[in-house]
């Protein structure tokens, strides 16, 4: 780059190319009129001398497309939720488009002021993973703003999603629990008040009724889904009158925080408790001891995801249930060695 300083012009482009800004245009979106091969040199030759860089968002707001997709999470130190924006940043830069990420800090309000800056945006389309379920998708609706919501949706919502049975996984990791023996079996949940809270509730409660094993509300703790909620929750459940062998934790950082409190008590895992998580990520592995997990797939949701707003009707409403895994480590009391599942991806 020479003598050019500051923004460049498509003007100085053609000055400098000794021909017209339209032929400069044609060179740099490879049309709509042909030019010839020795101008197009010259016009290249040009943009690299004077550093020209072509306005994109002009070019696409001119398309009617910005190539740009926004997403939306209630708080990204959540492993999981970390490992899901890279996967769905992965999968989109994959398709020549951007996503920008916007972190609610677990806020309804500010979910919907960041919603609002997307709209304002021109972006193309929204993931959307909420604070809560009941997402409000009217301002999108009315802006034709295709909306994807990572996970299961109300009755006569009007928007696609991408998830998988939360109920069905925590009975699955209750289950497990009571396959180890543990007759006993409490859980720590996430807010009440939310709905996939309620859904890993009734997973754990289904399993103990079919087991034989009524779910107790003294075995039941409720916490925040952060290490510090799981921490203070597993302290209220070790100082209680009636300890359970085993439980299901809903959350990852919920689980760590209890591991820090069993540690404190000197309460062994598993051989006093047994321990099963929900949304396991790579944290789980390296854990002492190694966490047994609910894993969610991080990269099956972000193709469907993406697949749904690209190549679907994006204001169809239509729904792809993926498949949860339950990853056996140490801490329910399984056989486990270190294998090549536990690298980071």
């Known amino acids: 780059m020479g003598r050019y300083i ?10 400098a190319a000794g021909t017209s800004e339209a032929v400069v245009s044609y060179v740099v979106n490879n049309g709509p009129r042909p030019v010839s091969s020795t101008t197009r040199q010259k016009v290249l030759d040009a943009i690299a001398e004077t ?15 910005t190539k740009t997709y926004g997403l939306i999470v209630p708080n990204i130190r959540n492993p999981f ?12 830069f994959s398709t020549g488009r951007m996503l920008l990420l916007g972190d609610s800090d677990d806020n309804k309000e500010r979910e919907n002021e960041i919603l609002r800056t997307f709209i304002e945006r021109r972006v193309d389309g929204i993931i959307w993973y909420g604070v809560d379920r009941d997402v409000d998708m009217r301002d999108a609706h009315a802006a034709r703003v295709p909306v994807v919501v990572l996970d299961k949706t109300p009755a006569g919502s009007e928007a696609a999603s991408v998830f998988i049975n939360e109920t069905e996984a925590a009975f699955e990791a209750t289950k497990h629990l009571i396959d180890h023996g543990r007759t006993s079996v409490g859980i720590i949940s996430g807010p009440r008040k939310n709905l996939n809270s309620q859904d890993r509730i009734s997973g754990w409660k289904q399993a103990l009724e079919l087991n034989s094993n009524g779910a107790s509300d003294t075995l039941s703790f409720e916490a925040d889904y952060t290490r510090g909620g799981g921490y203070a ?103 486990y060695e270190r294998n090549t599942f536990d690298r980071d991806q």
């Open 233 to 335: 929750a597993a302290k209220a459940m070790f100082s209680g009158s009636l300890q359970p062998d085993a439980v299901f934790v809903s959350n990852e950082l919920q689980a760590l925080g209890l591991l820090a409190a069993a540690a404190e008590f000197g309460v062994r895992v598993p051989q006093d408790l047994a321990v099963v998580c929900f949304n396991g990520t790579i944290n789980s592995a390296f854990s002492t001891p190694t966490l047994t997990a609910i894993e969610q797939p991080t990269r099956a949701i972000a193709k469907a995801s993406i697949k749904l707003l690209l190549e679907s009707d994006p204001f169809m409403v239509e729904s792809i249930e993926c498949a949860f895994q339950l990853r056996r480590r140490a801490s329910c009391g399984c056989d």
């Open 6 to 15: 500051g923004k460049v012009t498509r003007r100085e482009v053609a000055l």
């Open 51 to 65: 550093g020209y860089r072509p306005n994109t968002i002009a070019r696409s707001l001119a398309a009617g497309s």
């Open 81 to 92: 939720l970390a490992a899901l924006a890279h996967a769905l940043q992965q999968e989109m």
